[in-house]
């Protein structure tokens, strides 16, 4: 199984930006994802996820209102949008995977993509 996020960059605080992970090896049906952020200085911790089922989603109290995560099953892609961007926002941003379930513990994920630099500007 091999996960690659892309999407990150230079974005003013306000904007918005999409965030993929491109999932190969494994279909979508039988996988969780999670977007994890790490600052620097920080530990890594959980933005969202999305359910095997595609319509299960949890997301984190700092960023509900602002992401959604959803996937899109013919390219076995998932996507992160975040709105409304915030200084605190910048972060590498990593996806994950799992069985089925949704979680938002990184202890609880067995696969990790590279990670995306998404730096947010005044």
């Known amino acids: 199984v091999q996960l690659q996020a892309s999407g990150g960059g230079l974005v003013q605080a306000g904007g918005s930006l999409r965030l993929s992970c491109a999932v190969s090896g494994f279909a979508l049906d039988y996988l969780a994802i999670g977007w994890f952020r790490q600052a620097p200085g920080k530990e890594r911790e959980g933005v969202g996820c999305i359910g095997s089922n595609g319509f299960s989603t949890r997301y984190a109290d700092s960023v509900k209102g602002r992401i959604a995560i959803y996937r899109d099953m013919a390219e076995n892609m998932v996507y992160l949008e975040v709105n409304g961007l915030q200084l605190e926002d910048t972060a590498v941003y990593y996806c994950?995977?799992?069985?089925?379930?949704?979680?938002?513990?990184?202890?609880?994920?067995?696969?990790w993509g590279q990670g995306t630099l998404v730096t947010v500007s005044s």
């Open positions: 994950a995977i799992r069985s089925l379930d949704c979680a938002m513990t990184a202890a609880h994920y067995d696969y």
